[in-house]
């Protein structure tokens, strides 16, 4: 149930200038949601800063409103800070360096393991996407809604949802989907400039991370390895792991896929969890400090590469039917 304490706060005449962050590892939820909230702010009059760690990623630099989105610099002052599609505050990286312990916190959020950090928190886990529940807010503050917000928000959604795929995809996802189209979105154009704007080096790398597909016993566990090196050669890889990770959970069979990312050679590794439905991936991501969604999960692992990928296999075998 949307807050009615968080409208008030939005709402709020001295409330005159708002922060907005999301997470890092910006992605089009993150970015979607935090712009289109941006833009109803401004709507209701308010001076709004959109602060992230990161840059925006090149196929997102499309989105109405990207190229205000700033690196944290401080010390700055504002009224009240939003972080949204956040589970936790240390999500937004370095932007908590320039957030004020004297000011208001408000967290707006879809991911199950939300630890409810801030002043005034709404958490839908059944939602979506953050970009679900900026949408409401739009309806609940009776703020007329632009084509731009329409593309942030249809972005926002079709990107977490993995192009209305996964279980958290309802019918008021469509429902939702469909107005948000009624603006004039042009909905193959956006899914091409997300998904099929790969270069060709990258496609050339996948081949070779198709290449260290491995199994448990039991074939109901398949991972996907990453290189160091493979990544320094295309960075891109780093962002691209839904597109990665695809190929082990689309196997006949599996029920935990798994991608490993050697960030920093025998020191992190980044791992990336897709449930095809019976296990929680969250569960397994929460162990090692991580969290997410059931069907979703990531977590960035302390260790050498190879005892990061045993660990975490054995712990997802033991979870599998
Ligand atoms: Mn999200």
């Not at 082990?248 to 992190?268: C, D, H, M, T, Y």
């Given at each position: 149930?949307?807050?009615?304490?968080?409208?008030?706060?939005?709402?709020?005449?001295?409330?005159?200038?708002?922060?907005?962050?999301?997470?890092?590892?910006?992605?089009?939820?993150?970015?979607?949601?935090?712009?289109?909230?941006?833009?109803?702010?401004?709507?209701?009059?308010?001076?709004?800063?959109?602060?992230?760690?990161?840059?925006?990623?090149q196929?997102?630099?499309?989105?109405?409103?990207?190229?205000s989105?700033?690196?944290?610099?401080?010390?700055?002052?504002?009224?009240?800070?939003?972080?949204?599609?956040?589970?936790?505050?240390?999500?937004?990286?370095?932007?908590?360096?320039?957030?004020?312990?004297?000011?208001?916190?408000?967290?707006?959020?879809?991911?199950?393991?939300?630890?409810?950090?801030?002043?005034?928190n709404?958490?839908?886990?059944?939602?979506?996407?953050?970009?679900?529940?900026?949408?409401?807010?739009?309806?609940?503050?009776?703020?007329?809604?632009?084509?731009?917000?329409?593309?942030?928000?249809?972005?926002?959604?079709?990107?977490?949802?993995?192009?209305?795929?996964?279980?958290?995809?309802?019918?008021?996802?469509?429902?939702?989907?469909?107005?948000?189209?009624?603006?004039?979105?042009?909905?193959?154009?956006?899914?091409?400039?997300?998904?099929?704007?790969?270069?060709?080096?990258?496609?050339?790398?996948?081949?070779?991370?198709?290449?260290?597909?491995?199994?448990?016993?039991?074939?109901?566990?398949?991972?996907l390895?990453?290189?160091?090196?493979?990544?320094?050669?295309?960075?891109?890889?780093?962002?691209?792991?839904?597109?990665?990770?695809?190929?082990?959970?689309?196997?006949?069979?599996?029920?935990?896929?798994?991608?490993?990312?050697?960030?920093?050679?025998?020191?992190?590794?980044?791992v990336?969890?897709?449930?095809?439905?019976?296990?929680?991936?969250?569960?397994?991501?929460?162990?090692?400090?991580?969290?997410?969604?059931?069907?979703?999960?990531?977590?960035?692992?302390?260790?050498?590469?190879?005892?990061?990928v045993?660990?975490?296999?054995?712990?997802?075998?033991?979870r599998?039917?």
């Amino acid at each position: 149930m949307l807050p009615r304490k968080l409208l008030a706060e939005l709402r709020r005449k001295r409330n005159k200038t708002f922060l907005i962050s999301a997470h890092i590892h910006l992605e089009g939820d993150a970015l979607g949601s935090e712009l289109a909230l941006a833009s109803l702010l401004r709507s209701l009059g308010k001076k709004v800063m959109v602060l992230n760690e990161d840059r925006v990623p090149q196929e997102y630099r499309f989105l109405p409103g990207s190229g205000s989105v700033r690196p944290a610099r401080g010390p700055l002052d504002y009224d009240v800070a939003v972080l949204v599609d956040c589970s936790d505050v240390s999500r937004i990286g370095n932007v908590r360096k320039v957030l004020r312990s004297d000011r208001k916190l408000l967290n707006i959020d879809h991911h199950i393991s939300n630890e409810k950090f801030a002043d005034i928190n709404w958490v839908e886990p059944r939602a979506s996407s953050a970009s679900e529940m900026v949408y409401e807010l739009f309806g609940a503050l009776g703020v007329r809604m632009k084509k731009a917000d329409a593309l942030c928000l249809y972005v926002g959604i079709m990107t977490d949802t993995g192009s209305f795929k996964y279980k958290s995809t309802s019918a008021r996802t469509h429902r939702i989907a469909g107005e948000l189209c009624q603006h004039g979105l042009d909905v193959y154009g956006i899914y091409r400039r997300i998904y099929e704007s790969m270069s060709p080096l990258t496609v050339k790398s996948l081949a070779k991370i198709i290449g260290t597909l491995d199994f448990s016993k039991d074939k109901k566990v398949a991972w996907l390895k990453v290189s160091h090196a493979l990544l320094c050669k295309d960075p891109k890889l780093a962002e691209q792991t839904d597109d990665i990770i695809h190929f082990a959970r689309a196997i006949s069979g599996v029920e935990v896929a798994i991608l490993f990312k050697e960030i920093r050679p025998g020191r992190e590794t980044r791992v990336n969890l897709r449930s095809t439905g019976k296990v929680n991936a969250n569960a397994i991501a929460q162990i090692f400090g991580g969290g997410g969604h059931r069907m979703a999960s990531g977590v960035t692992i302390k260790g050498v590469f190879a005892d990061v990928v045993r660990r975490v296999v054995k712990e997802a075998v033991g979870r599998v039917s």
